[in-house]
């Protein structure tokens, strides 16, 4: 399967209050562990919603600012114009995936995380005029879009590593 990767980074990181994506765990930028998590399983990996050094970066759909979903439009619409079968997505804030979880996810796609689903793998097929059209509207949570596409969410209580907060960082510094 011809995966397309993208890390969903368009986001304010309000909670964090600085730019979380760059914040440095390892002496790396979150964003750049994300990135390196979707790599084994895809073909190119993007970043969508800011830029990134020379890093493929790609833009929202249907505009910026619409949240996470508004990201994955952006990538489904990117995959459709490029070949890929398929959109494998995650978080500049969730570092590392577990082991489990992508695999999971290419039984089951359309699917996503059940703890959060921006990490999920969505069939190209499902970049519709309608996705986009519905985020015309504003913002829509990715969950309620992912129900109306059929989504299953897999493993239910596998924590993903997201950070929200500074603590949270400190947290996953100290390996908890
Ligand atoms: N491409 C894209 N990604 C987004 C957008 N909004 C949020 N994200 C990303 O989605 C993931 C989850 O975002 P949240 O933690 O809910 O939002 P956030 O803006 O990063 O942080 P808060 O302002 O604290 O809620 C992060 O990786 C964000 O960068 C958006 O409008 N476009």
New binding site residues.
Partial sequence: MNILGAV?????????GSD??LALLDREPLIDHAARSLAPYCTTVVI??RDHGSVLSIP?LPV?????L??IA?ALAYAADHGFDAVLTT????PFLPEAIVPALRQAAPAHAAEAP?VGLWPTRLATPLLTHLLSDGPRAIRRWATSVGATPVLPGITLSNV?TPEDLARLVRGQ
């Fill in positions: 969903l980074a368009g986001g304010s990181a309000t909670r964090f979380k994506a969508v919603g929202d910026a600012g619409l949240g996470p508004g990201g952006g978080a500049c804030d969730t921006t929200n």
